[in-house]
């Protein structure tokens, strides 16, 4: 009794000191007290603006600016050790303590100008992982953290031979993005503090390492590779990888590495990188960062791709031969201006990040394939978000989501992606596509480098669209894109004609007017293909046998495809596809690929069983956060 008595009173503390902040917050970041009305009826008043709720650090009062990491890489143990040694600047001159965010990590000493510095280990928070405390010497500049991380770091996968193309030589990449990177590098894992960084990474000798970081394609392979990154970038940013890695050049500042035999296919599907580069650079302003180089992974790297500075990480399960999915390329370029340059100062603000991406990644598309294919890639990604809207809580409909005692990788889902980017096409429809375009140039280079929040960017929207142009815009619209679910009504649509003839084929053959064998297919592309078995309705098992038998979904080649279809032999137990379903979730490590897959099949007993069986031998190729999002399906 007494007990709970106490935990209220906390609480009511702990909320009064919230909404004091946020008060302090509104009045720094809002400008009009129109704007304040908005804000409290559409968000939950409580939300400290700009607190970042996955982190334990405390970069407002201790930052570090500036990370040496001293690694090296050891195969035999799983296990990267040595040293971080963090610079440090003092934003609060009476504040001794410094907590850095780890997870799973040994911490072998602390110490500052060769001497030991006191330190504890917090208790462990399931999400958030454990607060390293080290109470910094009154004078000291530098903090040097020597550690080791763990074999199951939740950031890292470490790959046998066998697990990769060559088989010959092992393999080791990490994945830091949303809070992995506390897993292997004890720091303030929050995207509002940037960093800068360098590193020695010591590695077999036969192998490569890289990193988001400058990267000398013609370095001598002594298994010692130094790096730096002379911008300041948010520690999700921060990416290693190591393998018998080669290159290749696709363009004056864009190549790719990747195992041998993924090489050449790897460059010629990718060749256009280097024009979507320039293309972007048009409209947008310059590149910021040197070369941009893609890694090709193996294909357990768990996502389409992550926008690892200078080197984009990508999954081997884009290269379907005819570019039809480097979309992905281009949207892990965009993130060089919308995410890397400007990030989300917290992970509820991931809409800045994403949804500014996805807006990029359609026009990118534009740019080099033309509208057809703009067209096209529309459909296909307001379908993705309208299953979003009816699958998803209304809490999880919103931009500017409440994460607070949540996942952090909760945000992802197509509402920051496809939700984000359709808010902006409008604002884009409403004042003109010039106009827009000037507008994000400008965006970018007022926000260059630096990370914000949902408001700071509301802030900037009032000063500059919104003054501009106050007959097309309308705020209080805007706040209900930002702040409320759904999508409001007379938001923008998206039609392709060449969508239609696809249609017309697949409403044809339900009806019973048309052989599948008859349906015209020979010119269709594969957004249509695609299309065509996303929207094929509940089917019966011959049905799946004429479709399967005029055009071999079961063999296709192409992955999203495939998957498509994999999912329709689940729902309509077409059990011919099964051995394929084996083969495919035992073979990529993509998760959303293999995730709804697995949620399918865990519908049904037998299903259930099957995912098992499935499960248990792909688990060991898998990676960490694979595991971690399948393994309730299959319990
Ligand atoms: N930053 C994301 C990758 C990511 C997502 C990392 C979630 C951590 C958690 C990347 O830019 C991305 O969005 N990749 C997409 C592809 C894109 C074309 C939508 C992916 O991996 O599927
Ligand atoms: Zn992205």
């Known amino acids: ?85 963090l610079e440090i600047s003092r934003v609060n001159p009476d504040k001794k303590r410094l907590i850095l965010d780890t997870r799973d990590l040994t911490i072998l000493s602390v110490t500052s100008d060769g001497k030991d510095v006191p330190f504890t280990l917090m208790e462990p928070d399931p999400h958030l992982g454990t607060g390293l405390l080290i109470v910094v010497p009154k004078k000291a500049r530098k903090i040097t953290v020597a550690y080791e991380t763990s074999p199951d770091a939740s950031g890292v996968q470490w790959l046998t031979p066998q697990q990769t193309a060559g088989k010959q030589h092992p393999f080791l990449f990490t994945q830091a993005q949303a809070i992995h990177a506390r897993s292997f590098i004890p720091l303030q894992d929050t995207p509002k503090a940037r960093v800068t960084y360098d590193a020695i990474i010591r590695t077999p000798k036969e192998l490569l390492a890289v990193m988001s970081a400058a990267n000398d394609p013609d370095t001598e392979r002594d298994g010692v590779y130094e790096f730096t990154m002379p911008q300041p970038i948010p520690s999700y940013l921060i990416a290693l990888a190591v393998g018998d890695l080669q290159f290749k050049a696709m363009g004056e500042r864009t190549g790719v590495y990747a195992e041998a035999s993924w090489l050449e296919r790897a460059a010629k599907e990718f060749e256009d990188t280097e024009n979507m580069l320039i293309e972007t650079e048009k409209r947008y302003g310059e590149y910021s960062w040197g070369r941009y180089d893609l890694l090709i992974l193996p294909p357990s790297f768990p996502f389409g791709g992550m926008e690892n500075p200078r080197l984009s990480f990508i999954t081997p399960t884009v290269i379907a031969g005819d570019k039809s999915l480097v979309a992905l390329i281009a949207h892990e370029l965009a993130h060089s ?29 534009e740019f080099i394939y033309g509208t057809d294919r703009y067209n096209m890639e529309l459909v296909l990604g307001a379908q993705d978000l309208a299953a979003d809207i ?49 507008f994000l140039l400008g965006y970018f280079e007022h926000f260059a480098f630096q990370s914000i929040t949902t408001e700071q960017f509301i802030a900037y929207l009032d000063e500059t669209l919104l003054a501009q142009y106050p007959e097309q815009l309308d705020k209080e619209r805007i706040m209900q894109w ?104 035992t073979s990529i490590g993509r998760n959303k690929l293999v995730k709804p897959l697995y949620k399918a099949l865990s519908e049904t007993a037998e299903g259930k069983a099957f995912a098992k069986k499935a499960f248990d031998v792909a688990k060991a190729g898998y990676h960490p956060l694979t595991v971690k999002a399948n393994e309730g399906y299959v319990q």
């Not at 968000?43 to 090296?72: F, R, W």
């Not at 999880?396 to 945000?411: E, F, K, N, S």
């Not at 019973?512 to 592309?525: H, K, M, P, S, V």
Request: a negative charge; one cysteine or more; aromatic letters at 10%.
């Open 1 to 85: 009794m007494k007990k709970q008595a106490l935990i209220s009173l906390f609480m009511l503390l702990a909320v009064a000191a919230c909404s004091k902040n946020d008060e302090t917050a509104a009045t720094r970041e809002q400008s009009t007290q129109v704007e304040q009305t908005l804000v409290k009826k559409v968000a939950p008043s409580q939300i400290k603006v700009g607190k970042d709720y996955h982190s334990l650090s405390n970069p407002e009062e201790i930052k570090v600016t500036h990370i040496s990491l001293d690694l090296t890489v050891d195969f035999e143990r799983k296990v990267l050790s040595g040293t971080a040694e």
């Open 482 to 585: 930002i702040f409320q679910p759904g999508i409001p009504e007379g938001a923008p649509g998206a039609s392709s004609d060449a969508f239609a003839i696809v249609d017309e084929a697949r409403n044809a053959w339900l009806q019973g007017e048309l052989r599948a064998g008859d349906i015209d297919t020979a010119n269709w592309n594969y957004h249509q293909w695609k299309y065509f078995v996303d929207n094929l309705p509940e089917m019966t098992i011959e049905q799946m046998s004429e479709l399967d038998a005029a055009f071999n979904f079961t063999g296709h080649q192409n992955n999203e495809i495939a998957h498509s279809w994999l999912l329709h032999a689940i729902h309509n137990d077409y059990k011919v596809a099964w051995d394929r379903l084996y083969e495919y979730l």
């Open 390 to 438: 009816a699958s998803l809580p209304e809490k999880d409909q919103i931009l500017a989501i409440d994460l607070r005692g949540r996942d952090a990788d909760d945000v992802f889902s197509n509402i920051p992606y496809e939700k984000g980017a359709l808010f902006l096409r409008e604002l884009e429809n409403k004042i003109g596509r010039e106009n827009f375009d000037a």
């Open 337 to 365: 201006w919308s995410g890397n340059t400007i990030t989300n100062a917290t992970w509820r603000d991931l809409w800045l990040n994403e949804g500014f991406t996805t807006y990029l990644t359609y026009r990118i598309m």
